[in-house]
């Protein structure tokens, strides 16, 4: 594959991330004003209770890139084509708001602030207090997991990805 400015760029940058089949992949300069938002459209978008999202600055598409449907007279929004994976916000003018579990090292970048909290699903906020299940039932389902060989591309940048359709 030719090497872009931008790809070249993008070695650079410091965050990067990715669909989960590994056929849009990016990176940024830097990644702020990390949120969740819980309107109706953002859930239905994402197929979520919440859509946890924060501006991507300098971002650059470094293998493929999303595809994009209009939500609104005023946005669009960008998923991957092969695996449906959502992945952008994009206001008209506006910056890029990047899904943070996207990216390929989501813990850093906790939300800071609730948007459309009005729009909240009934039990997100009990969603912290759920059971777990024990340690004795999952110790019994430790050899299906382990037989389990993810397609999930991983979270870092890839030369030979192989990509499966
Ligand atoms: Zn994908
Ligand atoms: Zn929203």
């Known amino acids: 594959m030719?090497?872009?400015k931008d790809r070249i760029d993008a070695k650079a940058r410091s965050v990067a991330g990715g669909c989960q089949c590994g056929a849009v992949r990016y990176a940024c300069e830097a990644v702020i004003h990390p949120s969740i938002c819980h309107c109706r459209m953002c859930q239905k978008a994402v197929g979520n209770a919440f859509t946890p999202m924060a501006t991507?600055?300098?971002l650059v598409w470094t293998r493929g890139a999303p595809k994009?449907?209009?939500s609104s007279n005023a946005a669009q929004r960008g998923f991957c084509a092969d695996c449906g994976t959502p992945m952008t916000y994009e206001a008209d003018g506006g910056a890029v708001e990047i899904m943070i579990c996207t990216?390929?090292?989501p813990d850093r970048f906790a939300p800071a602030l609730q948007?459309?909290?009005n729009s909240r699903v009934a039990w997100v906020d009990q969603l912290a207090s759920l059971p777990t299940r024990s340690e004795a039932e999952q110790a019994a389902r430790?050899?299906?997991?382990?037989?389990i060989l993810?397609?999930?591309h991983p979270d870092h940048d890839t030369t030979d990805w192989k990509?499966?359709?």
């Not at 430790?142 to 037989?147: G, H, L, N, T, W």
Request: aromatic letters at 14%; zero cysteines.
């Open 142 to 147: 430790e050899p299906f997991y382990a037989s």
């Open 56 to 58: 991507a600055e300098a």
């Open 68 to 70: 994009r449907f209009r």
């Open 115 to 117: 948007l459309a909290r």
């Open 150 to 152: 993810s397609y999930k």
């Open 163 to 165: 990509h499966r359709s």
């Open 2 to 4: 030719a090497e872009t």
């Open 103 to 105: 990216l390929d090292e």
